[in-house]
């Protein structure tokens, strides 16, 4: 069974960044959507970026809220990790990052639209 584990989290002052990390136990990137979640207190889940995986081959990143450009997703196919780069880092940030598998090539910012997850990192911003 598919297993997603994400790391890299912590406590970090306003302004700082962070690079957070999902490997999944098998490669499934070049057929199925991977994407970054994260939920604060009190809070519902929403989508932060997703890697879409093209059909025939290749790969787009596609980024599910408005980060300002603070956001930057990319993939390492060898190490089979997705990584989100936060810069920047705001109070507002903090919350629990979950890497997720789509059932779908593309993507998507529903959660109903994954089906793996993994435990989540907690990101906590404050100074």
């Known amino acids: 069974q598919l297993r997603l584990v994400e790391s890299g989290g912590g406590l970090v002052q306003p302004g700082q960044s962070l690079r957070l990390s999902c490997v999944a136990s098998e490669f499934i990137m070049d057929n199925y959507a991977m994407a970054w979640f994260r939920q604060a207190p009190g809070k519902e889940r929403e989508g932060v970026s997703c890697?879409?995986?093209?059909?025939?081959?290749?790969?787009?990143?596609l980024f599910l809220r408005s980060g300002e450009g603070r956001f930057a997703t990319s993939r390492d196919n060898d190490k089979k990790t997705m990584y989100l780069q936060i810069n920047s880092l705001k109070p507002e940030d903090t919350a629990t990052y979950y890497c997720?598998?789509?059932?779908?090539?593309?993507?998507?910012?529903?959660?109903?639209?994954?089906?793996?997850w993994g435990q989540g990192t907690q990101v906590t911003v404050s100074s």
């Open positions: 890697i879409a995986a093209i059909p025939g081959g290749g790969h787009t990143t």
């Open positions: 997720a598998k789509s059932e779908h090539y593309f993507c998507s910012g529903s959660m109903r639209d994954y089906d793996n």
